[in-house]
């Protein structure tokens, strides 16, 4: 067979729904930009990572444990939601444990969402939540306002009038780093229907906990009987990124039900399960990791504000900043540095990068990276800050 005829036959096989997904962007390669750049120190700010990594708790707990990885896993993950049911005060049967909180964004599409089905989200938006719904063949529709870090109530009323089959909220916003108020969530969980399953995407909720204007969606929830489920991760805050390891609690049982009955009998490796158990026991890692941010990010703030550009406020590890320019002509020229860092590629954000806050060097190093890079490009005609 010639190679057109195998594309063609590719094609053929091929979901209509899968050939129309947009590629998730994870990012440049770190070896590959060393490589090609021929820098040595890498700063990778471009997945949101803990840049003070694991706990001292976690590595112990891993070299204790693998020499038992030579057998499967629990499948039910009963260790690690018998201590997350302990410490929410809900039931075993009410937690979820996956492969990353990614992993269960993928189960609930695949267990809830039909051909057709509407899908409200937030823009800008978390590539998955946007993703895995079309992979299914739902309707997804996207929710901005006129500025990125702007609530704009009249468009959620309005797309939540028409019958919606889920909402994925990410609190706070991946990528820009606010959270809704209060009173906005709770406008939200008003202007929802009551049978649109809420999901509530937390992945930073650690970061953000302690500031009093920060709503937590599972103790605004948890007596409501409405259908909803709350996702954390141990990627983010507690460092655990590379393991893969994640968590949703549910309004019923027979959500998390539904979702087992599409997950992979093993979807969270042995390894993943015993360090988010040492994780949740590590209190001092955790609250040094968000008070490095918390630091970090203030400092990374002013700078950037000095150097003229606009910065979304954050409640988390990251920054979203309007860099008036090309965002990934910005980019590339940080790369030379050795600095990656996320160009925003969607409608109307192009003039956007996400920033992790890094160790204070490598903030350093963007930090001087981008003075550099933006003196070199040349500004935009209409930004998004300059739009009515
Ligand atoms: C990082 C992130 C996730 C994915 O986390 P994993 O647990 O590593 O899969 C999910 N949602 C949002 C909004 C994120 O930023």
Not at 128 to 139: D, N
Not at 236 to 244: D, E, P
Not at 281 to 289: G, M, P, R, V, Y
Request: charged share 20%; proline share 5%.
């Amino acid at each position: 067979m010639r190679r057109d005829d195998h594309s063609k036959i590719g094609e053929l096989l091929t979901r209509r729904e899968v050939t129309a997904l947009p590629a998730y962007d994870p990012g440049a390669d770190p070896e590959q930009i060393r490589t090609k750049y021929g820098v040595f120190r890498i700063s990778k700010l471009s997945n949101n990572e803990n840049p003070l990594g694991i706990s001292p708790a976690v590595a112990e707990t891993i070299a204790r444990r693998i020499a038992d990885s030579g057998r499967y896993p629990d499948p039910a993950s009963v260790g690690l939601r018998e201590t997350l049911a302990l410490r929410f005060g809900i039931s075993q049967d009410r937690i979820i444990v996956g492969n990353g909180s990614e992993n269960i964004l993928e189960l609930l599409a695949q267990a809830f969402l039909n051909q057709g089905d509407k899908v409200v989200t937030q823009a800008p938006c978390f590539g998955l939540h946007e993703i895995f719904p079309m992979m299914m063949g739902a309707t997804v529709q996207k929710v901005g306002g006129t500025k990125p870090f702007e609530f704009n109530k009249a468009a959620w009323r309005a797309a939540l009038m028409a019958p919606t089959k889920m909402t994925l909220i990410s609190n706070p916003s991946n990528p820009v780093g606010s959270a809704l108020t209060w009173e906005e969530f709770q406008f939200l969980m008003k202007s929802a229907s009551n049978d649109t399953l809420l999901v509530l995407d937390e992945a930073y909720f650690e970061y953000a906990a302690g500031a009093a204007s920060y709503p937590d969606a599972f103790e605004q929830l948890r007596s409501q009987s409405r259908p909803w489920i709350v996702l954390r991760t141990f990627s983010k805050a507690y460092g655990l990124a590379g393991l893969r390891v994640g968590y949703g609690l549910a309004s019923h049982a027979h959500l998390i039900d539904a979702l087992n009955r599409v997950r992979t009998p093993y979807n969270v490796n042995y390894l993943a399960q015993q360090a988010a158990i040492a994780a949740l026991s590590d209190k001092a890692h955790l609250e040094e990791s968000v008070r490095f941010a918390e630091r970090e990010r203030g400092f990374m703030t002013t700078r950037l504000k000095e150097i003229g550009l606009s910065v979304a406020p954050s409640l988390t590890n990251f920054l979203f900043v309007d860099t008036g320019r090309n965002a990934l002509a910005v980019a590339k020229k940080l790369l030379r540095d050795g600095v990656i860092v996320k160009a925003w590629r969607e409608t109307g954000y192009e003039s956007f990068i996400r920033v992790s806050i890094g160790l204070h060097e490598e903030n350093n190093t963007f930090l001087n990276a981008i003075g550099r890079a933006i003196s070199e490009t040349p500004e935009l005609e209409c930004a998004f800050q300059h739009r009515a």
